[in-house]
Structure formats: C-alpha cells, structure tokens
C-alpha cells in the first residue's frame, strides 16, 4: 500500500538558485520560508586563454533540469507531493552573457561569464568616445565602462564570432543573461520559449537606462547592439511562463532576479539604509537607497536592487562588487592543489590562527570595487621560509574579508551613515573562521541567518508573491522572523587597522602588472601561462614551488 503523503502547511515554492560555481534548485514552505529539500551540481569553467573565463550554456541549462528532478525525487522520499509546488523562481549570475539561435536553440558560443577580461581593449577603445564632462554611460545605466558587464561581451561575440553574425544577419539571434537562457528554454525553446528578463538582469547589461526602465537606444547605438535580439524586461515579479517539461510541467515561473538582487531580498532588506554581503564566487555588497538612485562618488556602482511587481516601485541599490572571493579557495584547490575540498581551508587556516604576515590580494580579473583597476593581478607578498600552506589559507581568507572592509569604508562615505552590524549570506558563511575574521577586519558585528540560502529564499518569494500566484505575503508582519549567529570583534581596534593598511600596500603593489598590449600578445615577462595571470611577489622563488607547499605541514 502506498505511503500516506504527508501534510505540508501551506503551499511550496521552488527556486533556480544559478551561480557561477554550481547549479542549486531548493523549495521553500511559502508559509515559514523552511527549506524543505534541495540538490546541487557543481559547474565547470572553462580558461581557454590567459583571462577568459567560460561555460557551457547547455551544461547550465541540464544541470537545471537535473537539479530540480533531484529534488523532486528527495521531496518524494520524504513523502512530500510535489504538486504542493505553486510557483519557481530563478536567481542567477549577472552579466554572463549568452547568444543563441531562436529557431533550433543552439547555443552560438559558449556563455563568457562576468569574470572574463578579453573586452579590455574594447573597452579602453570605447572610453576614448566618452567625453569626460559627460560620462552619459554611466549617468545612463549607474556602471563604469568595464569589461564587467553584458555590453562589451556581446559586442566581442559580434566582432569575432561568425556564427553569432550570421544568426544576426539572417534574424535567428536572441541575446541575454543566463536568466534569459533559462527562461526560454524553460518555457518552452524554439517552441514558443519566452525571452524576458527582469530589471535588475537588465541594469548589469550597460545596455539599460535604469531611470526610464528601457533598453536605451543611445546606448545600444555606442555599443552598436542591434536592439532586436535583446529580451523583454519585466518586473521582478509576475509570471513570465509555464515549465513545459520535466516533474514541474505546468507550474508558472514567476520571479526573477540576479543573484545579489536576490539575496538583498532574502535578507529582508527593505527598508532604505538595510545592506546585505553575499559570500559567492566573489563578494557583493548592497545597500537599499530606496526609490531613489544614489551615484556613489567612491567607487560603487549604482543598480536596480528589484521591482516587486508590473505595477510596484522600483528600488534601487549601491553595490560594492569583489570579483575573487570563494573563487580563491577553488583556485587554491584546483590550481595549488594544497587542500583537497574546500571545506579543508578553514581547518588549514584554524591550524595556525595567523597569516604570519603574509598577505594574498587575489586579482585574478583585476580589481573591481573601489578600484576598478583592470591591470591589476594576484599577488602573495610577505613570504619568508617559515610560510607554509596554512598561512597561504589564512591570507587566502582575510584577502576576502580586507576586500569587503573597502567596499564597506566606500559604501560609509557614501551614505553618510556608518553600518553597524554586517548581515551576511552565501557559501562561504558556514566557515566560521572567516565569520571571526570579517567581524575582527570590520571592528562591527557579523550577523548571519540560520539558514544562509538566502539568494535562493528571495527569488522563491518573488515568485510566490507574484499577482496570479499570491502564496507568499511581503507584508512585513507577515514576514518569518529569522533565528540568527551573531559574530562580534575579538581583537583590539589598533591591531584591525595595522593589519588594514599593510592589505593597502600589497593591494598597491598588485596593479599595473599588466597592459593591453602585453596581454594580448602574450608576452612572457608577465607570465601569462600562469593560471588567469597569477603573479607571485616574493623573495622566495615561486612559493618553493607548489609541490612543497602541497606536502608541507
């Protein structure tokens, strides 16, 4: 006899949680935003040049559908029916940019991700256009022309792709973020597959005037995009379509937000002046500005933090944007080879406590908030012969916290307002020792939510709160109250900042390494074979090489 379902209160939400690492699908009781089950699949990259980043955008999409038939499969183990599930949202990594053809689907190259340097010299060229007393790029879209954002990627695909020129010339193009892939594919492909995106995807393009909420024509004009394989922009919140295949066939798609939208959402951050720190791939910082748009004057880009609805308010947000955060440690794994998984970091880091002066400033792709600096790369400064892989973790973590401790100091000069506790999400917040160490770099409180899911957890209540869906309130007092870790400073004031300003100098020291001309021509005397232009600074030669580092206590 078959087991009896078992009762759920209230009906379940799932949610596309897309990143750059992994693929994640979670669902959500839309009553006390428990998380009920979930499965994940990790991604590859791929480096084809010095400085390119890349992925598969069909490896993407079936890791979706993956994901979801996984967790469909657990929820049924646990006797949960998964007709139960209303609603999907998707929550994905911005700026990756995907092009493809309408008519069979195919992908025309693969997805150049966000973290991906080739447009540097297209950039530097199209700043050469820009008059200096009227950046109308930036007063236009919040963004600083930047090798970043969606813009320069399609406008490379275009350049030097023939297959992408052809789908253009003969009307078979259709661009967009990987939201946009997924969606389409999602509701249906090259039969009858919605191409949408939603605003906040839309304003990490450099295609998108975030004041009027509208691809600008200028701006398309600039960058020469045809605005005809562009996707339609939507609200955050509203049903685009219905999943046409798969465990889930029929249930609307409903939310959609770029992953640190997403996450400023899941925190609950609502209320101008909230922010919010996500711990991902790299290292986001948001601050809500209301429905205000506030152009930082240090560094932070302005954005579209989210539109909850066709007929809601926009809100904007200030952002401090870290390319390399938990990428280090999987550069550490994958590149060094010193740790095996990268949970190991933190026992590694535990062991010895410090850094013994050593210092890591992990500039794979430049850096970004608040330097914006493309010709910077990685360095580790400070080594002597007592330095082991231990103390390389150490480094490893810090850089991520003296990173966020800029973007905080930037985001402080900018509203006016010093934060007083830093609420944090994402991956890397299960590692208590970077937790301790944000908390002593900050000299604040760290505060992080018992279920740090919250990139996910946002884009599910976009989609349950969608008009035509309605199983999910954002009334404050209907929102669950959240049990929470609270992290406080451990050391003194005094020894934060020493260890502040000796991270500045080494950041100093990690720019200029690389110009456009050496980079692409690949000029050996900057070492371009090693991985993403890893550059090392030291007295020592090349860490005592990695097999050392990797048999050493």
Known sequence: ???????????????????????????FNSKTAELLSHHQVELKQEFPKEGWVEQDPKEILNSVYECIEKTCEKLGQLNIDIS??????????RETTVVWDKLTGEPLYNAVVWLDLRTQSTVESLSKRIPGNNNFVK?????????????????????NVRKVQKAVEEDRA????????????????????????????????????????????????????????????????EIYGLMKAGALEGVPISGCLGDQSAALVGQMCFQD??????????????????????????????????????????????????????????????NLGIIKTSDEIEKLAKEVGTSYGCYFVP????????????????IICGLTQFTNRCHIAFAALEAVCFQTRE?????????????????????????KILMQLQADILY?????????????????????????????SLDPEDLSAVTVERFEPQINAEESEIRYSTWKKAVMKSMGWVTTQSSESGDPSIFCSLPLGFFIVSSMVMLIGARYLSGMP
Request: hydrophobic share 40%.
């Open 1 to 27: 006899m078959a087991a009896a379902k078992k009762a759920v209160l209230g009906p379940l939400v799932g949610a596309v949680d897309q990143g750059t690492s992994s693929t994640r699908f979670l669902v």
């Open 84 to 93: 139960n599930i209303k609603a999907i949202g998707v929550s994905n990594q």
């Open 139 to 159: 007063s236009k879209t919040g963004l600083p022309l930047s090798t970043y954002f969606s813009a320069v990627k399609l406008r490379w695909l275009l350049d």
């Open 174 to 237: 259709l661009f967009g973020t990987v939201d946009s892939w997924l969606i389409w594919c999602l509701t249906g492909g090259a039969n009858g597959g919605v191409h949408c995106t939603d605003v906040t995807n839309a304003s990490r393009t450099m295609l998108f005037n975030i004041h009027s909420l509208e691809w600008d024509k200028e701006l398309c004009e600039f960058f020469e995009i045809p605005m005809k394989i562009l996707p339609n922009v939507r609200s955050s919140s």
């Open 273 to 334: 002046g909230q922010a919010k720190n996500t711990y991902g791939t790299g290292c986001f910082l948001l601050c809500n500005t209301g429905r205000k748009c506030v152009f930082s004057e240090h560094g932070l880009l302005t954005t579209v933090a989210y539109k909850l609805g066709r007929d809601k308010p926009v809100y904007y947000a200030l952002e401090g944007s870290v390319a390399i955060a938990g990428a280090v440690v999987r550069w550490l794994r994958d």
């Open 363 to 378: 500039a794979f792709s430049g850096l970004y908030a608040p330097y914006w600096e493309p010709s910077a790369r990685g």
């Open 407 to 431: 973007i905080l100091d930037a985001m402080n000069r900018d509203c006016g307002m010093p934060l007083r506790h830093l609420q944090v999400d994402g991956g890397m917040t299960n590692n």
């Open 444 to 472: 604040i409180p760290v505060v992080k939510p018992s279920m740090p899911e919250t990139t996910a957890l946002g884009a599910a209540m976009a989609a349950g709160a969608a008009e035509g869906v309605g199983v999910w």
